[in-house]
């Protein structure tokens, strides 16, 4: 195993993947660069000052959205009884995932990265990392348990669901199973300090494993279970989902309460296929990234690698920034929330909840528009048919100058 002082020289660029997405492991890019033939005179990794400036606006820009969108929508879920469902409070935990790793990871390692300097200190470098792996457990398992939820509910609808209770249970053994996952980080993590030969001090946080083999069987084992594993069961379950809300011609009879409820679910089951399609996105180049440069890291020696991870790098975070997004745009109890937090905006206008009539309420009730017992027969593609026993009865009801 390498002295520090040959680690820290060995290291064309501070990237570290360990967990696949944690910036500061130097041990992946040793090469044979004699420690005599490198320059000493200061810290080679400094972008100049204009694009530092392009990436701190990217990044800048991602963590408000990221923060602020995440902190709204914990908001409207616990601020509103109507919004607290089994779906919503997988969606807060998300949120709150989301939320913290954009205040306590990305602000440090985008730093990191940037400068190649660790100001930050020893422990932080543990707690940093530490969030980050935790985090993304967090967030890619809630997304599973959403998807389990969403398949019971659907391909079982007489089973009952799941309560409040079960819910947060499920919820905090997701972030038990996280803090498990991220425990390695606490142990492995450490900082080492550099001076050059002008007095130049350069920090660097990055992981000291037993063996390097141990540390490449947990990048694998990880990557495995926060990316292709999620990945591959969800698209199982949405797909037997969609085929169950769009495949099938007919479901039978139907009052307006079931025509109401399968399109709900259908806009609920939209929205989540959009969440974890981003997600996909957004981490695909992350993990791409990781095992190509496990077997060729002559790629990490490149110019511009410094600002090609920048992108993978950021891309995979600002995923973080684009659920609340989708919610507001694809969900209108989020939207009027969004709404609700904005008034104070002067271009901002929250329409009234619409009232019932007390005929209305009554009818309600039953989820129907006509009479508590009209039936309609209902395709999976949305459209509404009258059984033709009723159609005759409906038209001389509309048009009482119509002999039959």
Known sequence: MQSLEELFFSTEFPLNLTSSWIVGNESFYRNDTNLTDLDDDGNQFILPWWRQMIWTLLFAGMIVVATGGNLIVIWIVLAHKRMRTVTNYFLVNLSIADAMVSTLNVIFNYTYMLNSHWPFGNLYCKISQFIAVVTICASVFTLMAISFDRYMAIMNPLKPRLGRKATLCIALAIWIVGVVLSFPMLLFFRTFTHTFTNGEVRV??????????????????????TYFLPIGSMTFTYARVGLELWGSQSIGEATQRQLDNIRSKRRVVKMMIVVVVIFAVCWLPFHMYFIITSYLPEITTGPYVQEIYLAIYWLAMSNSMYNPIIYCWMNSRFRRGFAQFFSWCPWVHVTPEPTLSRSEAV???????????????????????????????????????HVS
């Open 204 to 225: 660097i946080c990055y992981s000291q494993w037993p063996k390097e083999s141990h540390e490449y069987l947990y990048n694998v084992i990880f990557m495995i279970l």
């Open 363 to 401: 009818t309600s009730r039953y989820g129907c528009v006509v009479s508590p017992d009209s039936q309609l027969r209902i395709s999976r593609n949305g459209n509404v048919r009258i059984p033709r026993s009723r159609d005759r009865r409906w038209r001389n009801a509309h048009h009482p100058g």
